[in-house]
């Protein structure tokens, strides 16, 4: 399985992106969908989780202001992002794993390799 990152960019605050993973290759068996962040000189974080039942998890900072969702035609996982912060600026990380949410970035069994989110 391979997760593409697409849709990052600048925009100033108050703005919206909208971030698409997309998967390729055997994807069937895919339990868990979820994006990451890492700013500079801070520790990767949990940002949002989508699992095979349609449940959700947000990091508290994030929450009410994005949205992730699936998109079984294009086989693709979309985190849209409103209301953004400078302190959203951060490489943005897509995951897969056939388990589990796992809260730890390392566990997952498929990661992109990012997509850059600037806001000033």
């Known amino acids: 399985v391979q997760l593409v990152e697409s849709g990052g960019g600048s925009v100033q605050a108050g703005g919206s992106l909208r971030l698409s993973c997309a998967a390729s290759g055997y994807t069937y068996n895919r339990n868990c969908m979820a994006w990451f962040r890492q700013a500079p000189g801070k520790e990767r974080e949990e940002v949002a989780v989508l699992d095979s039942q349609g449940t959700t998890r947000y990091a508290e900072s994030v929450k009410g202001r994005f949205t992730i969702s699936q998109d079984n035609a294009k086989n693709t996982v979309d985190l849209q992002m409103n209301s953004l912060k400078p302190e959203d600026t951060a490489m943005y990380y897509c995951?897969?794993?056939?388990?589990?949410?796992?809260?730890?970035?390392?566990?997952?069994?498929?990661r992109g390799q990012g997509t850059q989110v600037t806001v000033s």
């Open positions: 995951a897969a794993d056939s388990v589990s949410c796992w809260s730890s970035w390392g566990t997952y069994n498929y």
